[in-house]
Structures are given as structure tokens and as C-alpha cells.
């Protein structure tokens, strides 16, 4: 297991092994490869950036596949995301400023290509225990207590989100759902729109995970929140990735499996230190 400090960012990354890192005042770790069998780029990209003390940003960029430039897309994301957070925290603005200003400069700039790329997007905003989510497109955020409580999934901006979110399908049927490819929303569109979450106060154990869709094509809710709402991290963020790689490999009877490039980012906040060990130091 490697272990870096921050700013991490990973752009058309095949990794081997998942990474560990610390941001914010917590500790996470992070995951990205290409479709099994696929001799193109990863059109993922990922991103943990410190942005001070107790600041920081997480970003997950899944490329639009069947479209030209892909990986060049969701690059221009994570990148221009990054500069423009870290270029705000210098001028010690409100976080939100850099990160909508930085996902509208990486619209602008995938506009420009020419080529008709776009990426799905998604941010989480760090501050302390304090956490904002953002997002365009399909990549998704889940937060869950130790105990496995839901205490926050984004909707994916496409027609089967909205079904799921509206309940007129059930979560599970999603999963095999023909249009489940179809996006709405998209970085890289004169009608991209931004997704602004409440705020939210972590608590001690609570576990973060930021995806795209890679991971919750080929695995269910509950499955996700099974595996990483306790234990290590780096053993959760293993069996993420050998479940997911294990289905787009084999497809079998009541299983999901769509191959595709997999991202996603694991973090939890370190724990707060007891009233005793506060006492006595």
C-alpha cells in the first residue's frame, strides 16, 4: 500500500494497488483504472486536494465514452477544478466560489475542444467535519454511518435517476435498466447545470465514498454501504474493486455487470480525541 500527501491528482492513471492519502484532517483512499481488456486511455479521473489546514476537496471526473476526447474532459475538470480551489483558498474566499468557478472555466474550456467531449463531475467540499457536495451527470456521492445509515446519496442526473429518485423504479431494476447509460447533464454543454447540496457535519466513523458510475453499474446500494460503512478503508476500498473488477470480468445470473473504467474515492474524518485524552494532555 503507497501512501502520498497531497494534492493528488490522477488523470488517465491505471493504477495497481489502491492509494492512501490524508486531506483535511482525515484519511482516505483512492482508486483508478481503465475498463478490463480496453487499450484506450482511462477516461476517469480523480482528484484530493488540500487546500489548508482543515480544507480540502475531493473530485471524481468520468469522462463521456462513445464521444471523442473522454479522457481529455474529465482531465480539464479535475484540473481546472483544482487551480481554481487552490487559486480561491490563496485569496481566502468561501470555498464554493473556487470550486463553481472552476467547474464553469472547465465547461467553458470543453466547449472550446470543438469535438463534442463532456464528463460527469463530482465534488465534495471539506471543511472540518463540515462537508458540501456538488455535481454534474451520473457520478455519484454516498455518505453512511458505521451502522449503515444513508445520510446522503446524490441523485445521478439522468432518466433513470430521476425514475429511481421519483420511485417509479425500483432501486434494484436500475441496476439492469436499458436506458441506464443515458445521462442528462453534462460538463462540456451550454445547458450544464451544477447541483449545490446542503451542508452536512460529519461524525466520528462516518465513511465518505465518491464514484462513478463503474462502481454503481456493477454493484448495489446496499452491497456498497455493506462493505464500507466499518472496518479499514483500505481493505473496503480492495473489495470494492475486486467485486466490481470480478463482474465486468464474468457476468453471472442476477449480478450487474457492465464493463467500463472505474474511479472512486474513500474518506473518513479522523476521529475526535475522548474527553479523557483531552484532560490529561
Known sequence: MSSVECTLLLLEEVLVEVTSFAVAGG???????????????????????????????????D???????????????????AGAALENADAESEPRVGILNGIEAANEVIQQMGIGAGTALTVLEIQGRRVRPYHVGDCEILIVGQRGRIKLATVAHSPVGY?????????EDALHHVDRHY????????????????????ADRDSVLLASDG???????????????????????????????????????????????????LFRPLPKPSADLAESS
Not at 469522462?63 to 480539464?76: D, F, T
Open 163 to 171: 425514475g429511481v429518485e421519483s420511485g417509479l423504479i425500483e432501486r
Open 183 to 202: 445521462i442528462s447533464n453534462i460538463v462540456g454543454s451550454p445547458e450544464m447545470r451544477i447541483e449545490v447540496g446542503a451542508a452536512l457535519t460529519l
Open 63 to 81: 469522462g463521456m465514452g462513445g464521444r471523442p476526447g473522454g479522457e481529455q474532459a474529465s482531465g480539464v475538470a479535475v484540473k481546472r477544478l
Open 215 to 265: 462502481l454503481f453499474d456493477n454493484m448495489s446500494e446496499d452491497e456498497i454501504v455493506e462493505i464500507i460503512r466499518a472496518g479499514p478503508l483500505e481493505e473496503a476500498a480492495r473489495l470494492l474493486t475486486e467485486t466490481c473488477r470480478r463482474r465486468m470480468n464474468e457476468a453471472r445470473e442476477g449480478e450487474p455487470s457492465k464493463p467500463d473504467d472505474l474511479t472512486f474515492i
Open 27 to 61: 484519511t482516505g483512499c483512492v482508486f483508478t483504472s481503465r475498463c478490463p481488456g480496453k487499450e484506450s486511455p482511462n477516461e476517469d479521473a480523480a482528484g484530493v486536494v488540500s487546500l489548508g489546514g482543515a480544507g480540502g476537496m475531493l473530485i471524481v471526473a
